[in-house]
């Protein structure tokens, strides 16, 4: 029987194996939707200690089937201090294994199915009117859609065994000597780097093994380099990241790196153990079934799923001792002056536990806002080129725009109805002075993004710095320990010309300066002039409501709360 390549090979593969990754990304999607943020919060309660790092690792991965979500929750969480490197170390471990608890998942014999739950959970999908229904129905239609692809693959694939020139290839692709085995592991290791996915590599191998192309062995080395080649993309998912991000990466890659050094010697030995294992798991992976009169190997994606789960599993058994040797080292990897900067992203204060107690939750709010003002005013050291400083005033800023939504939502859900008014009345001077925060923040990211993109000459440089160090003078009144060290001199003579003086300075520069640079200065002026408005402002708002007053009644009153539960007296608590 003639073969049409177009028709029979190519249209099914293609389609297959498109189907097969764009189901992965539905179902990763969807319980990232549903989950993530959940999981985030497991992860950094159970990640304690490097056992717990590890199960949680396994637990999370397994659940999002995202390996590169679970990166960057990691690496958010070791930033912010939550998580030290050594359980995120563990975690990453855990990650290895949670990802290959997929690849057992796309083993399972549900091809046929596939289509027409994908077109069950597509209907739900398309006319739910609940964002948690739909994201559901997302989760499970990508579900089914892997095993779709990996059917439509499968069946693809097969008519390849009649092309005499396809199999003379193959038969060189054939694990059967430790030559073959890493010529065959290095292949599958490329080819996971440029499709970026090592469940699709594996996949498309189940599809070869089942349909008798590649012998069950051989479908085995190439999942184990596919476990090689995803190292590369968790480093180039890395380069733009952060540097424990990089380290992250590097953990994954020296994880992977040694356990396929280890196995290769020991790849024959561990084939015997798993084809004794099979007998648990089907039988021979070698012996064919037939499926309307052609022979198929539906044993073949059993084994790879398996072995590839086991593999990481024995990896993780045998570096986990060694994980304080991999924070030593990856400690060091590339450590700079910048990293030591704090990441103002995430909050240091705000903890949830403290969030239905109002005397705790309170000063916790305001050190987050004083850590705040604190990021807004590293602008003016990016602004004077501190080699200390953020060296990007844009992602710096992002940074603090994150912070200031965090601090906004926690001091909004202190809210209650059963709160007196004064206590209202803090709440809303607090949201009031965190929106001030942020538009000073902003209007500092102008001042820095203005003077680093713009350079100065000789006549104008003088102006600039005398508008930076006003701007540093004026914060002093809202952060007396940051700024300009104290004058020498007597109150009183030391002063800083003010905006109005800087700006005919400025005007009066002439031939000294080209247009686009006074140009540049007068908005620098304006942008400061609207920071110290905002200080001033932000200084009037602490003063606005007796904030120490209102604490002390809060923890009287918490405290005979307490009292009164503690006695088993139900006497009401006297009124304010």
Same mark, same amino acid.
């Given at each position: @029987?003639?073969?049409?390549?177009?028709?029979?090979?190519?249209?099914?593969?293609?389609?297959?194996?498109?189907?097969?990754?764009?189901?992965?990304?539905?179902?990763?999607?969807?319980?990232?939707?549903?989950?993530?943020?959940? @999981?985030?919060?497991?992860?950094?309660?159970?990640?304690?200690?490097?056992?717990?790092?590890?199960?949680?690792?396994?637990?999370?991965?397994?659940?999002?089937?995202?390996?590169?979500?679970?990166?960057?929750?990691?690496?958010?969480?070791?930033?912010?201090?939550?998580?030290?490197?050594?359980?995120?170390?563990?975690?990453?471990?855990?990650?290895?294994?949670?990802?290959?608890?997929?690849?057992?998942?796309?083993?399972?014999?549900?091809?046929?199915?596939?289509?027409?739950?994908?077109?069950?959970?597509?209907?739900?999908?398309?006319?739910?009117?609940?964002?948690?229904?739909?994201?559901?129905?997302?989760?499970?239609?990508?579900?089914?859609?892997?095993?779709?692809?990996?059917?439509? @693959?499968?069946?693809?694939?097969?008519?390849?065994?009649?092309?005499?020139?396809?199999?003379?290839?193959?038969?060189?692709?054939?694990?059967?000597?430790?030559?073959?085995?890493?010529?065959?592991?290095?292949?599958?290791?490329?080819?996971?780097?440029?499709? /970026?996915?090592?469940?699709?590599?594996?996949?498309?191998?189940?599809?070869?093994?089942?349909?008798?192309?590649?012998?069950?062995?051989?479908?085995?080395?190439?999942?184990?380099?596919?476990?090689?080649?995803?190292?590369?993309?968790?480093?180039?998912?890395?380069?733009?990241?952060?540097?424990?991000?990089?380290?992250?990466?590097?953990? /994954?890659?020296?994880?992977?790196?040694?356990?396929?050094?280890?196995?290769?010697?020991?790849?024959?030995?561990?084939?015997?153990?798993?084809?004794?294992?099979?007998?648990?798991?089907?039988?021979?992976?070698?012996?064919?079934?037939?499926?309307?009169?052609?022979?198929?190997?539906?044993?073949?994606?059993?084994? %790879?799923?398996?072995?590839?789960?086991?593999?990481?599993?024995?990896?993780?058994?045998?570096?986990?001792?060694?994980?304080?040797?991999?924070?030593?080292?990856?400690?060091? %990897?590339?450590?700079?002056?910048?990293?030591?900067?704090?990441?103002?992203?995430?909050?240091?204060?705000?903890?949830?536990?403290?969030?239905?107690?109002?005397?705790?939750?309170?000063?916790?709010?305001?050190?987050?806002?004083?850590? /705040?003002?604190?990021?807004?005013?590293?602008?003016?050291?990016?602004?004077?080129?501190?080699?200390?400083?953020?060296?990007?005033?844009?992602?710096?800023?992002?940074?603090?725009?994150?912070?200031?939504?965090?601090?906004?939502?926690?001091?909004?859900?202190?809210?209650?109805?059963?709160?007196?008014?004064?206590?209202?009345?803090?709440?809303?001077?607090?949201?009031?002075?965190?929106?001030?925060?942020?538009?000073?923040?902003?209007?500092?990211?102008?001042?820095?993004?203005?003077?680093?993109?713009?350079?100065?000459?000789?006549?104008?440089?003088?102006?600039?710095?005398?508008?930076?160090?006003?701007?540093?003078?004026?914060?002093?009144?809202?952060?007396?320990?940051?700024?300009?060290?104290?004058?020498?001199?007597?109150?009183?003579?030391?002063? /800083?010309?003010?905006?109005?003086?800087?700006?005919?300075?400025?005007?009066?520069?002439?031939?000294?300066?080209?247009?686009?640079?006074?140009?540049?200065?007068?908005?620098?002026?304006?942008?400061?002039?609207?920071?110290?408005?905002?200080?001033?402002?932000?200084?009037?708002?602490?003063?606005?409501?007796?904030?120490?007053?209102?604490?002390?009644?809060?923890?009287?009153?918490?405290?005979?709360?307490?009292?009164?539960?503690?006695?088993?007296?139900?006497?009401?608590?006297?009124?304010?």
């Amino acid at each position: @029987m003639e073969i049409d390549i177009f028709k029979d090979v190519l249209v099914p593969v293609i389609g297959g194996l498109g189907i097969f990754m764009l189901g992965l990304e539905f179902m990763a999607n969807g319980i990232q939707a549903l989950s993530v943020n959940k @999981m985030r919060e497991f992860l950094a309660k159970a990640a304690g200690t490097p056992v717990k790092g590890v199960l949680a690792g396994t637990f999370i991965t397994g659940v999002i089937q995202s390996s590169t979500a679970m990166t960057v929750m990691v690496v958010g969480l070791v930033n912010a201090g939550v998580v030290g490197l050594r359980p995120a170390i563990s975690v990453i471990m855990g990650a290895n294994i949670g990802t290959t608890l997929g690849n057992g998942l796309i083993a399972l014999p549900l091809g046929p199915l596939g289509l027409i739950l994908g077109g069950v959970f597509a209907l739900v999908y398309c006319f739910a009117k609940n964002e948690k229904v739909r994201n559901i129905a997302l989760a499970c239609m990508g579900f089914a859609l892997i095993f779709y692809g990996l059917n439509l @693959m499968t069946g693809g694939l097969r008519p390849l065994r009649n092309l005499p020139e396809v199999m003379e290839l193959l038969q060189t692709l054939k694990a059967d000597s430790y030559f073959n085995l890493v010529k065959c592991v290095l292949i599958a290791a490329g080819v996971t780097a440029m499709i /970026h996915s090592s469940s699709a590599t594996i996949g498309i191998v189940m599809g070869l093994g089942a349909a008798g192309i590649l012998d069950w062995t051989t479908a085995v080395a190439f999942s184990l380099g596919a476990d090689l080649g995803t190292t590369i993309t968790s480093w180039m998912a890395s380069l733009n990241l952060s540097k424990n991000a990089k380290r992250a990466a590097y953990a /994954h890659i020296s994880f992977n790196i040694i356990g396929v050094c280890i196995t290769v010697p020991l790849f024959f030995a561990s084939i015997g153990i798993l084809e004794w294992a099979m007998q648990w798991f089907g039988g021979d992976p070698a012996v064919p079934v037939l499926v309307d009169g052609k022979e198929t190997f539906p044993l073949v994606p059993v084994a %790879v799923g398996l072995y590839s789960t086991f593999f990481n599993i024995f990896n993780t058994l045998l570096l986990f001792p060694f994980i304080g040797v991999f924070e030593r080292v990856l400690s060091r %990897v590339g450590r700079t002056d910048e990293e030591d900067i704090e990441d103002y992203s995430t909050p240091r204060f705000l903890d949830r536990k403290l969030a239905n107690d109002f005397a705790q939750a309170v000063p916790a709010i305001q050190k987050e806002t004083a850590r /705040h003002l604190q990021a807004g005013a590293m602008f003016l050291n990016i602004a004077r080129g501190d080699k200390k400083a953020p060296s990007d005033p844009g992602e710096h800023y992002l940074a603090t725009d994150i912070l200031s939504r965090d601090i906004r939502l926690y001091t909004s859900n202190l809210m209650k109805e059963d709160l007196p008014y004064d206590q209202l009345d803090l709440i809303a001077s607090l949201i009031e002075e965190a929106d001030f925060t942020a538009a000073l923040t902003e209007s500092m990211h102008q001042v820095a993004r203005r003077v680093k993109r713009e350079k100065f000459g000789a006549e104008a440089r003088p102006i600039v710095d005398a508008g930076l160090n006003k701007l540093d003078a004026t914060l002093r009144s809202i952060m007396p320990d940051y700024g300009l060290a104290d004058p020498q001199m007597p109150a009183g003579h030391a002063n /800083h010309p003010d905006v109005e003086e800087l700006r005919a300075r400025t005007l009066s520069l002439g031939p000294n300066a080209g247009a686009a640079e006074r140009g540049t200065i007068l908005a620098l002026l304006g942008s400061i002039e609207r920071a110290e408005i905002l200080i001033r402002r932000i200084d009037a708002e602490r003063k606005s409501v007796n904030r120490q007053s209102v604490l002390a009644r809060a923890s009287v009153r918490r405290e005979t709360r307490d009292q009164s539960m503690g006695s088993g007296s139900f006497s009401p608590v006297p009124a304010e």
